[in-house]
C-alpha cells in the first residue's frame, strides 16, 4: 500500500512538471526514480516518465527512458508517439507506431489519435488510408467521436475535404470539435464559401459555435466579403461576452472587417480589444494599406508604438507600403533606419523587397537599387520592384538593364516581370527585346495561364507599330478579354487605322465581348477620325443605353468631339448643354470644332459660356480660340485674347500661341507686329513659326523678311522641302529668277536628298 503510495506521489510529481515544463525538477524525480528502482516496478511511472520528457520537448530523452524500460507496454508507447506528435515530428511519432505494433500491441483511441494527428503534419495519407480502415474494422469510428473527429481533421488537413467531410457525415455522433476540424479545412484550402455552408449546418444540428469556429468562419467572412454574416457573428459574440476574453477572436474580428472595406469598425472593434497585441495591430494595418487609406496607415503605426506594442516584420512591410504610396520618403527612411538597427532585412527577404519597392515609388532609385545590392538575398520579388519602380518613372532603358542583370544572377522572370519589361519595350520601342519576351512566354506556357500577359503583349507590337503582328497575338491568345481588344483598337486608331479599328470592334462583338468605356472611347475617336457619323450616332444610342452618359464624363466629351470633327457642330453644342457633367476639356473639343469649321464668334460665344460656368481655360482652349479668331480673320479679338492671357488668366504663351499670332498678322501683312511676336517669344528655334512667316511672305510678296524667314528655317532644318517651294515662289513672283534657279538646286541637293534616304 506504501509503494502505491508512493508511486502515485512521484506520477502526480511528474505530472505538475511537465505541465510547467520544469525540466530541472523532472531531472531531479528521474532521478529519484531510478534510485528507488520504481522503472522495473511500475510501468505507469515509466510512462508517466517519458510524457514529461516529451511535453518538456526532450524528444530523445523520452524514447531513451523507453529504450530502457525492462518491460513497456501501450502507455509508454502513446506517450512517445504523443510527444513526437505533439512537436511536429510525424515521421518519428509514425516509425514508433510502427515498432510499437511490432512488439504485438494494438493502439488504443489514444494513439489512433496521435498517429492520425502525425499523419496530418506531414501530409502522410496513404498511412492515415490505412489507419481510417483498422479503426472501420475495429468498429471505433461509431463508437468514439475523437476518433471520428481525429479522422476528420486528418483527411482536411491533408487538402481531402471530400474524403473529411464524408467520415463527418458517417459519425453517429459529431460535436463542435467534429464541425470545426472540416471547417477550418475548408477554410486552409481557400473554400470558403463551403466552410460558411458547413457552419450553418452545424448550428441546424442544433450545436453551439465555440471560439474556434467563430474565428475560422469570420476568415471565411472576410475572404468573401460576407460582412453581413460577419455583423451577425460579431453580434453573437459579443452577446456572449467572448470578445473580452479571447484576442484571438478579437483579431478575426479586426481582420474580417478591415478586408471587407469596413475600416471604421474594424476600428471600433480593435478599440474593444482589452488587449491589444501586434497581431491585432497588424489586422488593422495591413487593412488600412491594402485599401489605399496610407496616411491611416501610419497614424495606426504611431498609435501602436505610442501603446508600447513593438512592430514586428509584417507591421514594418505595411508601413512602407504606406509611405510608397503617399512618397513619405522621411517617414520611409526613419523606418529602413528602425528595420536596420534590428537586423531584420538579413532575416526577411519580403521586408528587403518592400524596401526596395518604397524607394522605387517615391521615385528615389538609386537609393532603392543600392538597397537591392546590399541585400543578403534577393529574389524575383525584390528586382520587379526596382524594375517597376524604374518603368514608373520612364526610365525604361534601366529597367531593361535591370532585367538583364535579374537573369545574369540566375533568378528567372515571373509572368509580373514580363509584364513590367514588356510594358517598358512598348514604350522605349525596344521590339526586339519584345519579341524575345514573347518567344520566352510562350515556351513557359504562361500565355495559356495569364490573360493580362497577353493583353500587354497585344499592347507592346501596337506601341512598336507593329499592328498586323499585334492582330496575329490576340488570335492566338487562348483567353483574350475586353482589354485585349481594346489594346489592338487604341493600337489602330492611333496609328490613323482606324478603318482597321473599326474592323477589331465589330469582331470583338461577335464573339460576345461587350464593350466598355475605354472601347466606346476608342471607337469614337475613330469615328472622328475618318467621319464614320452613322456609326458614331449607333455609339451614341448605345451609350445612352447603358447610362454612360450620367457616369463617365469623358465619354462625353469624346462624342462631343465626334460630332464636332464630323461638322455637325449644332449636334455637338446641343449634346453638351444636354451632358449632366461637362467639364473646361468638353467645352475645349467644341470651341476646336467650331475653329477647324471656320466659325470663330460661335467659338468665342462658347468660350465666354464656358467661363460663365465657372471653368477656367487652359493653353489648350485658349489656342483653339485663337485658331477660330485666325480662320475667321478676327484680328482684334486675337490680339486682346494673346495679350490678356498672362494678366487675366495667368498663363504664358507657348510657342504655339505666338505661332497662331504670327499666322493672324501673316495674313493681313501686319508684319512688323508679327517680328515682334517672335521678338518676345521664349525661343525663336521653332520651325513651325518661321515656316509660317515664310507662307505670309509669299502671299505679299515680302522678299526681305521672306528670305530671313528662310534661312532661319535652313538653320533648323535645311532639307525642309516645303520652305524651298515657299521662297522659290517668292523669288519668282519678284522677278528674280536667278535666285529662284538657286534654290531649286539646293532643294535637289539637300532636300531631295533627304528624301531619297
Not at 103 to 109: L, R
Request: glycine content about 8%; charged content about 20%.
Amino acid at each position: 500500500m506504501e509503494r502505491y503510495k508512493q508511486d502515485r506521489a512521484f506520477v502526480s510529481l511528474l505530472k505538475i512538471c511537465a505541465k510547467k515544463k520544469d525540466i530541472y525538477e523532472g531531472i531531479l524525480l528521474h532521478n529519484d526514480i531510478l534510485k528507488r528502482g520504481l522503472l522495473a516496478k511500475n510501468a505507469y511511472v515509466g510512462s508517466s516518465l517519458i510524457s514529461m520528457y516529451a511535453k518538456c520537448g526532450m524528444l530523445m530523452k523520452a524514447q531513451k527512458v523507453l529504450e530502457d524500460l525492462p518491460t513497456r507496454d501501450m502507455v509508454c508507447w502513446s506517450a512517445l508517439i504523443s510527444g513526437y506528435a505533439q512537436h511536429g515530428r510525424g515521421h518519428d511519432a509514425l516509425v514508433c507506431f510502427e515498432r510499437m505494433q511490432s512488439d504485438g500491441f494494438y493502439a488504443d483511441v489514444v494513439t489512433l489519435v496521435c498517429v492520425l494527428k502525425a499523419c496530418s503534419s506531414i501530409k502522410a495519407i496513404r498511412k492515415g488510408k490505412q489507419i481510417h480502415e483498422e479503426i472501420v474494422n475495429r468498429g471505433l469510428l461509431k463508437q468514439d467521436v475523437m476518433v471520428g473527429t481525429a479522422l476528420v481533421d486528418m483527411y482536411a488537413k491533408c487538402g481531402m475535404l471530400v474524403s473529411s467531410q464524408s467520415v463527418l457525415e458517417e459519425l453517429l455522433v459529431r460535436n463542435v470539435v467534429s464541425w470545426n476540424a472540416l471547417i477550418s479545412g475548408y477554410v486552409q484550402q481557400g473554400e470558403y464559401h463551403d466552410a460558411l455552408n458547413c457552419f450553418e449546418q452545424m448550428q441546424i444540428e442544433g450545436l453551439s459555435p465555440n471560439v474556434i469556429s467563430f474565428t475560422c468562419i469570420l476568415k471565411a467572412c472576410g475572404n468573401t466579403g460576407c460582412v453581413d454574416k460577419g455583423n451577425n457573428i460579431h453580434t453573437e459574440i459579443s452577446d456572449r461576452g467572448l470578445l473580452k476574453k479571447d484576442i484571438v477572436l478579437g483579431t478575426a474580428l479586426v481582420e474580417m472587417y478591415a478586408k471587407c472595406g469596413v475600416l471604421e469598425k474594424a476600428e471600433r472593434v480593435l478599440e474593444e480589444i482589452s488587449i491589444r497585441d501586434v497581431v491585432a495591430w497588424n489586422a488593422l494595418l495591413v487593412g488600412y494599406a491594402h485599401h489605399g487609406q496610407n496616411n491611416k496607415t501610419i497614424n495606426s503605426f504611431g498609435r501602436m508604438q505610442n501603446e508600447g506594442t513593438c512592430p514586428d516584420v509584417i507591421t514594418f512591410i505595411c508601413i512602407l507600403k504606406a509611405c510608397g504610396g503617399i512618397r513619405a520618403i522621411n517617414k520611409g527612411k526613419q523606418i529602413h533606419t528602425k528595420i536596420m538597427s534590428e537586423g531584420l532585412v538579413e532575416k526577411d527577404i519580403m521586408l528587403g523587397s518592400a524596401l526596395v519597392d518604397m524607394y522605387a515609388k517615391c521615385g528615389v532609385l538609386e537609393r532603392a537599387r543600392k538597397v537591392l545590392e546590399e541585400l543578403p538575398l534577393r529574389n524575383i520579388v525584390t528586382w520587379n520592384a526596382l524594375i517597376s519602380g524604374y518603368a514608373q518613372q520612364g526610365q525604361g532603358h534601366e529597367a531593361l538593364n535591370c532585367f538583364e542583370q535579374m537573369q545574369s544572377e540566375g533568378i528567372a522572370p515571373d509572368a509580373v516581370t514580363f509584364i513590367c519589361t514588356l510594358k517598358v519595350c512598348g514604350e522605349v520601342g525596344a521590339i526586339d527585346k519584345g519579341k524575345q519576351i514573347h518567344t520566352d512566354t510562350i515556351s513557359r506556357g504562361l500565355l495559356k495561364k495569364d490573360v493580362v500577359l497577353g493583353n500587354v503583349l497585344v499592347d507592346m507590337y501596337c506601341k512598336c507599330g507593329r499592328l498586323e503582328k499585334a492582330h496575329e497575338v490576340l488570335k492566338e491568345l487562348p483567353m483574350r478579354d475586353v482589354v485585349s481588344w481594346n489594346a489592338l483598337i487604341a493600337g489602330f486608331v492611333s496609328q490613323g487605322q482606324s478603318h482597321e479599328a473599326m474592323n477589331c470592334f465589330e469582331q470583338m462583338q461577335n464573339e460576345g465581348i461587350s464593350p466598355d468605356p475605354v472601347t466606346i472611347l476608342c471607337i469614337l475617336k475613330a469615328c472622328s477620325s475618318i467621319g464614320a457619323i452613322n456609326k458614331g450616332k449607333l455609339i451614341h444610342d448605345e451609350i445612352v443605353n447603358k447610362g454612360l452618359l450620367e457616369k463617365d464624363v469623358a465619354i462625353g466629351t469624346a462624342l462631343v468631339d465626334m460630332y464636332a470633327k464630323c461638322g455637325m457642330l449644332t449636334k455637338a453644342q446641343e449634346l453638351l448643354e444636354e451632358l449632366p457633367f461637362r467639364n473646361m476639356v468638353s467645352w475645349s473639343v467644341l470651341i476646336a470644332g467650331y475653329a477647324e469649321q471656320r466659325r470663330g464668334y460661335e467659338a468665342l460665344k462658347c468660350f465666354e459660356q464656358m467661363q460663365s460656368e465657372g471653368f477656367a481655360p487652359d493653353r489648350v482652349t485658349l489656342l483653339s480660340v485663337l485658331s477660330a479668331c485666325s480662320n475667321s480673320g478676327l484680328l482684334d479679338e486675337a490680339q486682346t485674347l494673346f495679350g490678356n492671357m498672362a494678366m487675366e488668366y495667368g498663363l504664358s504663351p507657348s510657342l504655339h500661341h505666338h505661332t497662331c499670332m504670327v499666322v493672324i498678322l501673316g495674313s493681313i501683312g501686319n508684319f512688323e507686329k508679327a517680328m515682334e511676336v517672335i521678338k518676345v517669344m521664349p525661343s525663336s528655334d521653332y520651325l513651325d513659326i518661321w515656316l509660317s512667316l515664310l507662307g505670309a511672305c509669299q502671299k505679299w510678296g515680302n522678299v526681305k523678311l521672306g528670305t530671313l524667314a528662310f534661312d532661319q528655317v535652313l538653320q533648323l532644318d535645311n532639307a525642309c522641302a516645303g520652305a524651298y517651294v515657299l521662297i522659290a515662289n517668292i523669288f519668282e513672283t519678284a522677278g528674280m529668277q536667278k535666285d529662284a534657279e538657286k534654290i531649286e538646286t539646293m532643294k535637289v541637293k539637300y532636300a531631295t536628298g533627304k528624301q531619297r534616304n
